[in-house]
């Protein structure tokens, strides 16, 4: 009787560890972090916190995790749909991994801060005002004129403010990525169509840089040189996708405005 109940406390402990690990890799797989870190960070929380082996397959929408302890091994898979970028998180998670492997936190403490992690949220209108201004200073180091800057400003932040209302709608990315980008670039093509000088199309030009997909882009190349070649070409896939939706947009509002021989 006293050895079933030692293994049924490990296998306990075990299950526990097993879903704190599964927890932390989703939590970074979600927001945006390169395959690399999280397999190094759930086998680092894994092995300090007991677990003999830990084994972990990523695949684009789902963490699998299987850990070893004593003969016993155990999987649990987490389901990961959505994808966005926030470090704050990514970062709370390494500090967690740095802090259990110096002996500060226990499997409780893990728990613990994993569950409480809620990084602050800025203003959503902070972020269109620091967008337009980030948008027209591309445009400024581009050459662009104060007038065109400004109708970049304009342009770049009701674009955002477009792409917010969408996402807290829960609209398909694609279709928040090419509205977004149709909507802006119709803004800012007013200075191509109604000749707001030599260099206007650098409205056009900038306005949109706020949907480049940089970190899907850099974070599939680095995947793929790295050996996880499946969630490379998943995440270069999704950045295509993206930029192609964002392309049709843009062609969209230039079709309307009628200033493509201007562009050219």
């Known amino acids: 009787m ?24 989703y939590l970074l797989l979600h927001n945006g972090v390169e395959s690399k870190v999280v397999s190094d960070i759930a086998h680092r929380i894994g092995r300090v916190l007991g677990i003999e ?17 004593q003969g016993q091994c155990l999987t649990t898979i987490r389901q990961c749909t959505s994808h966005v970028i926030n470090m704050r998180i990514v970062s709370e998670v390494q500090q967690i991994c740095i802090a259990a492997e110096r002996g ?44 065109i800057c400004g109708l970049t400003f304009l342009a770049s932040s009701i674009g955002m403010i477009v792409r917010q209302t969408l996402v807290r709608n829960t609209f398909n990315a694609l279709i928040t990525f090419g509205v977004t980008a149709f909507i802006t670039s119709l803004i800012s093509g007013l200075g191509l169509m109604f000749q707001m000088g030599d260099n206007a199309f650098l409205a056009m030009a900038s306005s949109v840089l706020m949907l480049v997909p940089g970190f899907p882009l850099i974070n599939s190349v680095s995947d793929m040189l790295k050996g996880y070649v499946t969630m490379g070409i998943s995440r270069w896939t999704t950045a295509t996708l993206l930029t192609l939706v964002t392309s049709m947009g843009i062609v969209g509002a230039m079709q309307i405005l009628g200033v493509w021989g201007v562009w050219l």
């Open 104 to 147: 500060e936190l226990d499997i409780a403490g893990v728990h613990q801060r994993l569950a409480g992690i809620d990084p602050p949220r800025y203003n959503n209108w902070l972020v269109v005002v620091m967008i337009g201004i980030a948008c027209a200073a591309f445009c400024r180091l581009a050459g662009g004129t104060a007038e």
């Open 2 to 25: 006293e050895m079933k109940e030692v293994i049924v406390f490990e296998k306990n402990e075990q299950r526990e560890i097993t879903r704190l690990v599964a927890e932390a890799g």
């Open 53 to 69: 082996n830990v084994e972990i397959a990523l695949t684009a929408s789902a963490v699998i995790i299987t850990t070893r302890l």
